[in-house]
């Protein structure tokens, strides 16, 4: 045990991602070979690597603090507002570019009434990813990475890591290569959300659940090859965001004067 804590203790950050992949590629065995027509246990794969790796750390501490960024809801009401509305935004954007583009018009009609949609996207937040993966990307990872790099540096090192970590959906033709670079630009977005809301991971699961689910259900308007073509347009979108962003804040913080992010 004793060896295990230096370990850790040595190299925190690759102890938890070794952990966190370890821990998801096994559970989503069985996941697999449902078809995927389970429980998504295996995205809680980085929060229990965050807990564990925490807990080794530094005790209940350590781990009260992760969870407490989970929950910390005093945040500039701002970013509430752009955690929710900004993958929305680019997404409805991206519905009107593409027949600009040459698809046919979208068919909203396949596009589920809003009370089912609201029925399951607490569902979605819960056993799809938001809940079981920011806690430990943003609320662990990200930190530990600021300490050494800039935010530019240290949001593309986690969104390399962030989208290898979906690689075994390839098994279920549930991930392609512009789900890749998405998560891989995404992760810029995410720091800026997470350095200008105190250090809390809140924002960044909102977010999470915002940006998927308005893939999910709103991306059905289109299929076939014009929902490839969609889904290219969205990516150049979050790619457009993200250059903003480090046009706008430099590449150290993307952190605004008055915002301060938790970091230890």
Do not use: C
Request: charge should be positive; hydrophobic fraction near 55%.
């Amino acid at each position: 045990m004793s060896m295990l804590i230096r370990t850790v203790r040595n190299w925190p950050v690759t102890s938890f991602v070794v952990l966190a992949f370890a821990i998801t590629w096994i559970v989503f065995i069985p996941f697999y070979r449902a078809g995927g027509e389970d429980i998504a246990w295996f995205t809680f794969g980085p929060f229990v690597s965050a807990v564990v790796i925490s807990a080794l750390l530094g005790g209940w501490p350590k781990v009260r603090a992760l969870l407490a960024s989970v929950v910390k809801w005093r945040v500039p009401p701002g970013w509430y507002l752009v955690a929710i509305g900004l993958p929305v935004a680019a997404q409805l954007l991206a519905i009107w570019l593409n027949p600009l583009l040459g698809s046919a018009a979208p068919n909203w009609g396949n596009v589920p009434a809003i009370p089912e949609i609201a029925g399951m996207v607490p569902l979605f937040l819960v056993f799809s990813g938001p809940l079981g993966e920011e806690p430990g990307w943003r609320g662990f990872a990200l930190p530990a990475f600021l300490r050494e790099h800039g935010a530019l540096n240290a949001s593309l090192l986690l969104g390399v890591i962030w989208a290898a970590w979906h690689l075994p959906l390839v098994l279920l033709n549930d991930y392609s290569i512009s789900s890749a670079i998405n998560v891989m630009v995404a992760a810029v977005v995410f720091t800026w959300l997470y350095q200008n809301s105190a250090g809390s991971v809140l924002p960044a699961i909102l977010m999470h659940v915002s940006h998927q689910n308005s893939v999910r259900y709103l991306g059905r308007v289109f299929e076939g090859g014009d929902a490839t073509q969609h889904q290219w347009i969205g990516l150049m979108l979050w790619l457009a965001i993200a250059l903003a962003i480090v046009a706008i804040y430099g590449t150290h913080s993307f952190r605004n004067g008055g915002a301060t992010a938790a970091v230890s």
